[in-house]
Structures are given as structure tokens and as C-alpha cells.
């Protein structure tokens, strides 16, 4: 994938949208995804898992590929 900006990243972002860390598993990273679906899961026990799906799109979106 190319980096910032490119189409790839924009369906990783819309995917972490529906899914956190779906776009991270697009993308090949899949640490950061479990890390972020799972973090999500939890979070929403306590009705803050908002905070880490914004997260996951974000970085999604913002993934440059030769930064981990």
C-alpha cells in the first residue's frame, strides 16, 4: 500500500470503522489489531470503547508503511 492519503488506507479506516482493527489487518499489522479489537471489547463494558475505535480508524488512516 502506498502511504497518507492513499485508497488503501481510506478502506482500512472505513473498515476499522465498521470493525476496530480491521483496517490494521488489511493492512498487515497484526498485533496492533488484535491490540485494538480487543481493547475495544473491553473498553465497551464500561461504555468507553468509543475512545479506542476512533483510535483504530485514525491510525488506520494515518499508516505509513515503513512505520510500525
Request: proline fraction near 3%.
Amino acid at each position: 500500500m502506498s502511504g497518507q492519503g492513499s485508497g488503501g488506507n481510506v478502506i482500512a479506516a472505513l473498515c476499522s470503522f465498521f470493525i476496530p482493527g480491521l483496517g490494521q489487518l488489511l493492512q498487515g499489522r497484526l498485533l496492533m489489531a488484535i491490540v485494538q479489537f480487543v481493547l475495544t471489547g473491553i473498553l465497551w463494558v464500561f461504555l468507553l470503547g468509543w475512545i479506542i475505535h476512533i483510535w483504530s480508524i485514525i491510525d488506520a488512516a494515518l499508516f505509513k508503511p515503513g512505520r510500525s
